[in-house]
């Protein structure tokens, strides 16, 4: 493993091969340890679990399909109402459990203060998860 030796011969070309036996034996010195060590991490206790099977009792909220047309007319799941009306409906369904979503289908012409303003009121009557619904097709030139 000597770079140069004690004769003063001339030769003064740098060594062109790479020594790897170091390299080899730091492997096979982590791989003996991977090889000890890996047995000892999993320490999970065999035991014989009963089988059981059950329903969950999950009731899956129902949603409201709040619309909005270019007119600030607002329809709860295609009934139209006006505001006083939206509130009321909106505080008693938001008293109730699970509390549902509210998919909120806005009209491209619509004014962006008239959808805050329902979301507002939909987060004061504690209706919090709104979703917006869009048409996934493109718009017609």
Do not use: C
């Not at 999993?42 to 007119?71: E, G, M, R, W, Y």
């Not at 962006?112 to 619904?133: N, P, Q």
């Amino acid at each position: 493993m000597a770079f140069g030796s004690f004769n003063k011969s001339g030769n003064t070309a740098p060594m062109a091969e790479i020594n790897v036996i170091p390299l080899v034996d730091i492997m096979l010195v982590l791989l003996v340890i991977f090889i000890i060590t890996a047995p000892l991490l999993t320490n999970a206790v065999k035991i014989d679990l009963p089988h059981a099977s059950s329903q969950t009792n999950l009731t899956k909220p129902d949603n409201i399909q709040l619309a909005i047309d270019a007119d600030a007319n607002v329809y709860w799941n295609g009934e139209k109402l006006d505001r006083a009306a939206m509130i009321s409906r909106m505080r008693s369904v938001g008293k109730a459990e699970p509390v549902p979503e509210v998919h909120l289908h806005a009209d491209r012409n619509t004014r962006y203060e008239t959808v805050a303003d329902v979301m507002a009121e939909a987060s004061k009557a504690g209706l919090s998860r709104i979703g917006f619904v869009s048409d996934p097709r493109p718009a017609a030139p």
